[in-house]
Structures are given as structure tokens and as C-alpha cells.
């Protein structure tokens, strides 16, 4: 299997001008841009936990598996340059398996001009595992990090939150444009990407940052797909609780002083909106506010890993 399969790998996956020696040997050999921070990342989607295999595109999880990371990127305002993918896929149906992830992989890769150097494959009698490792570069502004935050700035968010196990999970697209744009033309002091849900990812920028958040309840942006899971289950769960607490909508978390803050909700340079859901605090912890006005302590839900 693994022969066959790198040999159509190879005439799958294009030549990339910054790979000077790609698929094929021991390492691969990437032309990085002088004077810069290589920014690397990591992620791993199994069978069973990210996804079933079976039960969806297999296309969508080879693009998921990249798109994941790419996002990673995002959060630092990083631009990506080249990607490797490991694959431990089901001995039964292994080539067709590893042929769809790279169907799907491929496309996203091209759309932001990310070299695939190659990586690893094996196969074996248990679930498909997928593990990317991502390189990116800082740009001349530098990474954004988590630990940036600071009491009065504004928490700004991109796009809408809630729902994304209807579908959105597989097929959204990582802020890296916007938040190359943003970086460039705005002062930003921190950022992350929304991956294990929105009120948990917020609790990782306060942690780093040593600050705490009070969330504007009714300024969430809560995507129509929360709306939808909400009904479904009855009432059981509010949209508002989907938007905080569901995950896997891989949108930005920002935080912006208040006068940048004001410019960045101005001019909306994006096509996706910004909004502002709430502050920093140099109170610890979460805390949201109710439409009514009440405080109250938000908890950081969301995927534990």
C-alpha cells in the first residue's frame, strides 16, 4: 500500500517554489524568508473523536485536518508557507482512505499557498489518525499571542458562534487573510483561535494574560445554526449557551485598546463582521452580563481535550 500510495502521491501534489527538495526523501529541504520566526503548530484529528469516518466526505476530513491548523496560524497572525501530513489509516481500504484526504486536503493547501513537504504513512488495524504539522512566518509586525491582554481592552470577535456540528466544523474557512489584515493595520495586543468553544478560549487569553473578561451577553454573535441545534433539543440548551460553549467555529478572538477597538468597529475591513462582545478586566475569572443587567460568573465551557 504505502508505495503505491506515494507513488500517487507525488503526482498529486504539486511542486511548490519554496520547496527545494519536497516528497520523496528522508526530510524535505523548505527556502525560508531570511530574518524571520518560523511559527510551527500541531494538530491531530482522529477517527471516532473529530470525526466518523463512514459518516461524512472523507474529502472534508482531509480538508478539516488542514484547516485546523492553518487556523492555528491564524491566531498568531502568521503567514503559512508548508505544511507535512502523517497518516496512520485503516489497513482495509488504506489507499482509497488516504486518496480522499489529499482530494480534499489539496484544494485548501493551493487556496492559501501552502507547500505540502511531505510527512509520514503507515497503516494498521485501528482507526484513521491524521496529524499535520504546520510552518508559518511572523510577520513584520510580529506573532500575536495569548498573553497580550490588558484590563479596558476591548474583546472583539469575528463572525458568529454555535451550531458548528451541523456541518460548519468541516467546511470553514481559517481567519488567516483577516488576520494578516488586521495585524497590518491595527494595533492589536492578543488573539486566539475559537477551537474548543468560544467562553473556554476567551478563559486561555485571560489566563496568559493574567487579567480576567466580563462578556456583554446580548452583544455575542450567535450563528443561525445554534438557533437550530437550540429547537432541536427542545429548549434544553439556549443558542446563547451553543455560542459560548460548542466549539469548532475557528473564528478570532482579539483584543484591541479601546481607541483601536472604536477604528477596527468603524471601518469593518473585513467581509466577515467584527464585534465587540465585552472587556478585559483586571478582576480575574469570567463574568457576563445579562441582558438585564445582572453580573454573573461565565463558566469556561467548552472541549476538553
Request: with cysteine.
Amino acid at each position: 500500500m504505502e508505495a503505491a500510495f506515494l507513488s500517487w502521491l507525488r503526482s498529486q501534489v504539486p511542486g511548490h517554489p519554496r520547496l527545494q527538495l519536497g516528497i520523496g526523501d528522508d526530510a524535505a529541504i523548505l527556502d525560508l524568508a531570511s530574518n524571520s520566526r518560523c511559527v510551527l503548530t500541531t494538530d491531530m484529528l482522529n477517527d471516532g473523536v473529530d470525526f466518523v469516518w463512514g459518516q461524512c466526505d472523507g474529502r472534508l476530513v482531509g480538508r478539516k485536518s488542514l484547516a485546523v491548523n492553518l487556523s492555528d496560524l491564524a491566531a498568531m497572525a502568521a503567514q503559512p508557507l508548508a505544511a507535512l501530513v502523517s497518516l496512520t489509516l485503516p489497513r482495509r481500504d488504506a489507499l482509497a482512505v488516504g486518496q480522499q484526504l489529499y482530494q480534499g486536503l489539496l484544494p485548501l493547501a493551493d487556496e492559501f499557498d501552502v507547500a505540502i513537504a511531505g510527512g509520514d504513512t503507515g497503516s494498521w488495524d485501528g482507526p484513521l489518525v491524521i496529524g499535520i504539522t504546520a510552518l508559518g512566518v511572523a510577520t513584520e509586525r510580529g506573532p500575536l499571542l495569548r498573553s497580550g491582554a490588558r484590563p479596558g481592552d476591548a474583546i472583539i470577535v469575528t463572525g458568529s458562534f454555535g451550531g458548528s456540528l451541523l456541518g460548519r466544523h468541516f467546511r470553514f474557512t481559517p481567519r488567516v487573510r483577516e488576520a494578516l489584515l488586521l495585524n497590518e493595520r491595527y494595533r492589536l495586543h492578543a488573539a486566539t483561535d475559537v477551537s474548543d468553544g468560544l467562553a473556554l478560549d476567551l478563559s486561555h487569553i485571560t489566563q496568559e494574560s493574567g487579567c480576567g473578561a466580563l462578556v456583554e451577553a446580548a452583544a455575542v454573535p450567535i450563528a443561525d445554526d445554534a438557533h437550530r441545534l437550540a429547537a432541536a433539543d427542545g429548549g434544553r440548551t439556549t443558542p446563547l449557551e451553543h455560542a459560548l460553549g460548542d466549539g469548532e467555529d475557528f473564528e478570532l478572538i482579539l483584543a484591541a485598546p479601546p481607541e483601536e477597538a472604536a477604528r477596527l468597529l468603524r471601518d469593518q475591513p473585513l467581509d466577515v463582521p467584527l464585534t465587540r462582545i465585552g472587556t478585559f478586566t483586571a478582576e480575574r475569572g469570567l463574568r457576563i452580563k445579562t441582558p438585564d443587567g445582572r453580573c454573573e460568573p461565565l463558566p469556561p465551557r467548552g472541549y476538553e481535550h
